[in-house]
């Protein structure tokens, strides 16, 4: 079935409150995995000003970038195929890795496939390639690996303004941030006095802040949102995580019937937790931005944890402070 993107982009995401009964207050989630069964997540408000453009090109195709277990690679067959628009995965990594869950998915869904080695990922930015991918594919509209450019940080400001429209007050938001395209975009459109707290889901560069800020700007010069980088969460790199991610992701599961996966939402929940346990006077919002067709791709390692020493111990952590916030402190070490 053909939609359009308008629509795509008018999907409004279900809150959901999670009760904190040692705390008289309440955690409040915007759960982007809920806003469609399909196309979930931040990446699809990324794809949509995105994809806006390529129809308004009337480009034949869309092209992107993308690992093997890609969310955005993921999101974007969903929403081409719903559009009635042609889309190509140029994904790092060999030909077998087609079977996976994840790019098993994007076929079924319409999206051709193109495997390259390391070295060749590594020129995805490079104007040049890009040129001789459409000489090898057709013309096409070329989306950024991430769905990073301004456009996706712009097609995420409906996601502040969801926020904006709840609570009439200043509040703390905290969001999983990779490239940190989302953030920007919620940044630059987040009510005067509410703090966003950017949970660094990777080490970044020192420039990240700079340019952080400068994309804000770009976007929004009377942008009065403040901006918190938490960078104590990221265990390490990229899909790093632990016993103790895996402690928080069943108890969230068990408490709140909330899904979260290791790679981006449980170390923005995680840092979330750890604020909203010691300072709760305004409302706490956690932004879930999907991901969860990636847990697909972790199972092994996440079954692994759970049978490690720190498991138990974060779990009972947990089940604990959700009784008695006197337990007070940080609850998800490091
Ligand atoms: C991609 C992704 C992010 C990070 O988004 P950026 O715009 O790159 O910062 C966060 N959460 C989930 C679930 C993602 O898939």
């Given amino acids: 079935m053909t939609q359009d993107v308008e629509s795509l982009m008018a999907l409004t995401p279900p809150w959901q409150t999670l009760a904190w009964p040692a705390l008289d207050t309440s955690l409040q989630v ?40 890609s969310n955005h690679i ?28 994840c790019l098993a998915d994007a076929q079924a869904m ?11 990922y590594a020129k995805r930015y490079q104007a040049e390639y890009w040129q001789g991918l459409e000489q090898q594919f057709g013309a096409s509209y070329i989306v950024p690996e991430g769905g990073a450019n301004v456009l996706g940080s712009q097609g995420c400001q409906p996601i502040a303004e969801a926020i904006n429209r709840r ?22 459109a987040l009510q005067a006095n509410s703090r966003l707290h950017v949970v660094n889901v990777l080490p970044q560069p020192e420039s990240f802040e700079q340019d ?21 969460y990221h265990l ?3 899909a790093k995580f632990n016993s103790a991610s895996v402690a928080l992701m ?52 996440i079954d692994s944890c759970r049978r490690q020493d720190g498991y138990q111990s974060s779990l009972a952590r947990y089940q604990t402070a959700i009784l008695d916030a006197r337990e007070e402190g940080v609850l998800c070490p490091i």
């Fill in 167 to 188: 609570f009439k007050t200043a509040c703390d938001v905290f969001i999983a941030s990779g490239t940190g395209t989302t953030a920007v975009g919620i940044a630059s």
């Fill in 74 to 101: 993921h999101a974007l067959a969903a929403a081409g195929q719903a559009l009635g628009l042609k889309t190509l995965g140029v994904i790092r990594g060999e030909p077998h890795y087609a079977s996976n869950p």
């Fill in 250 to 301: 069943d108890f969230a599961q068990q408490q709140w019937q909330l899904p979260l996966e290791p790679i981006y939402t449980a170390k923005a929940f995680s840092a979330f937790i750890d604020h909203a346990i010691t300072q709760h006077e305004r409302p706490q919002v956690f932004i879930h931005s999907g991901g969860l067709q990636g847990l697909r791709g972790c199972h092994k390692k």
């Fill in 212 to 232: 952080f800020t400068r994309q804000v700007a770009a976007l929004n010069p009377a942008a009065q949102s403040t901006v918190s980088f938490v960078n104590a």
């Fill in 30 to 69: 915007l759960r982007l995995d809920q806003i469609d069964p399909v196309i979930s997540g931040n990446k699809s408000y990324k794809l949509g000003l995105n994809l806006r453009q390529a129809q308004a090109q009337a480009a034949k195709q869309v092209i992107s970038f993308g690992g093997a277990y």
């Fill in 110 to 120: 319409g999206m051709q496939l193109h495997f390259v080695d390391r070295k060749t």
């Fill in 236 to 238: 390490g790199g990229y």
